[in-house]
């Protein structure tokens, strides 16, 4: 069970980390310049993406969806938490400074972030058949192709 948290903790972990860098890097590098901040965050948004999708990729195939799916949900949770109240306090701004539509903007693509690429890398995962689900049938078919028909006399 530890080694469960210990993972969950290292997946929010690491998203969190990606939110820092792309926060230090607007505030060092683009200060001013709003376009650039903007790519910064959508690289760091489809990164998250990316990330998760690698790691649903791996899970999916030894570990059934609500098992994986439980772990992947909260490292989100807790990494959006992070994100969205600590983040900003690293880089020396105010959480809700932006006002209310910012806060939750911020919440709703971080979602749609963490959302696309779960859904990519299931996607992808069960598509190639790949999937614990579709392992399980593969080999139930082969049991039973494998057994011969037993013969009733009458």
Do not use: C
């Not at 993406?49 to 098992?67: D, H, K, N, Y």
Request: charged share 15%; aromatic share 8%; hydrophobic share 55%.
């Amino acid at each position: 069970m530890g080694n469960r948290w210990r993972a969950v903790g290292v997946l929010a972990g690491a998203l969190f980390a990606v939110n820092v860098v792309a926060r230090v890097i607007i505030k060092l590098g683009f200060d001013g310049n709003d376009t650039a901040a903007d790519r910064v965050s959508l690289g760091m948004f489809v990164v998250i993406g990316l990330i998760l999708a690698g790691v649903v990729f791996v899970q999916g195939r030894t570990r059934p969806v609500g098992a994986w799916g439980a772990d992947v949900g909260a490292a989100v949770l807790v990494a959006l938490l992070l994100t969205v109240l600590v983040g900003p306090l690293l880089v020396g701004d105010n959480p809700f400074g932006g006002g209310a539509g910012l806060f939750f903007a911020q919440i709703w693509l971080y979602l749609l972030a963490a959302g696309a690429g779960v859904a990519v890398g299931y996607l992808v995962l069960t598509a190639l058949g790949l999937d614990h689900r579709s392992q399980q049938l593969k080999r139930y078919a082969e049991i039973k192709s494998a057994k011969p028909r037993r013969v009733v006399r009458r």
